[in-house]
């Protein structure tokens, strides 16, 4: 029998439509995996991804532990549902950082003048949390700008990134600055992230996810001042400086694709 005869696709996985060779097949139901937990806005579960594609749950799990190991997708482990991995960064999914500081640029300068503190951008190059735009506060006091600066994991930035970053790409945190994996997941769950002096004593910040058309997370966007400027006595964030931090951050998501349809 001919390589072109071994094409039939299995009716249970409920894909019978055409029957194309086994390894095209696999790529097709992955874009279709991949397309779905997209289009989601967040995470799905097996269950939910199977039934979107058509796929037998098992045919599904499948694929996904492969893309999982490649990158394409990330699992919580709390939970077990799935959202996009920043191994697709690696094909070209990211954006030019000359884009991404000029699409956020209006937006990080309204967002320091509403609040007062000074704004800055941040993605990752390398592993590294790196800023890419930075927007002094509003005074008149001697400021150093900051970009191209290499932030630790334990700032408000930093966490951010981290918590939607994939554990697959080799990078480590500087020893004395990791996160906890529980923070990480408050903060992919809550979509934001504070810093109450562990980058610097008596200084905090607040930061939220910037996602591209994919629904990747491209960069983290925040704000940083004194801890009391920014949180209360009990210190949770400031109602009105969170919302304009994580309102300025869905409008650069916008401005980026994501949302659009």
């Not at 086994?22 to 874009?31: L, N, T, W």
């Not at 704000?223 to 919302?243: E, N, Q, T």
Request: net charge neutral; glycine share 12%.
């Amino acid at each position: 029998m001919s390589h072109s005869a071994h094409c039939a696709t299995n009716p249970s996985d409920g894909l019978a439509s055409v029957a194309v060779p086994g390894s095209v097949q696999s790529i097709e139901r992955a874009a279709a995996i991949l397309q779905v937990v997209a289009g989601s806005g967040g995470s799905l579960g097996v269950t939910d991804i199977s039934e979107a594609v058509g796929l037998a749950k098992t045919t599904t799990h499948s694929l996904l532990r492969t893309l999982l190991l490649v990158g394409f997708v990330e699992q919580d482990r709390a939970t077990g549902r799935y959202a996009l991995g920043t191994g697709l960064l690696r094909l070209g999914a990211h954006l030019d950082v000359n884009e991404l500081r000029a699409r956020s640029s209006n937006w990080s300068d309204a967002l320091a003048a509403r609040s007062g503190h000074a704004v800055r951008l941040a993605t990752l190059v390398g592993g590294e949390v790196v800023v890419v735009h930075h927007v002094f506060r509003p005074d008149d006091s001697a400021q150093v700008l900051e970009v191209g600066d290499v932030l630790p994991p334990t700032t408000a930035l930093g966490k951010v990134l981290r918590a939607h970053s994939h554990p697959h790409t080799g990078h480590r945190p500087p020893a004395g600055a990791a996160v906890s994996t529980a923070e990480l997941a408050e903060v992919r769950a809550r979509g934001w992230a504070t810093e109450q002096g562990e980058y610097e004593a008596g200084l905090g910040g607040l930061a939220a996810p910037v996602r591209g058309a994919g629904g990747l997370v491209v960069a983290a966007l925040g704000v940083s001042g004194p801890r009391s400027s920014l949180f209360d006595a009990r210190g949770l964030p400031r109602s009105p400086l969170l919302a304009m931090v994580t309102d300025a951050a869905h409008a650069v998501s916008r401005e980026l694709g994501h949302g659009s349809g």
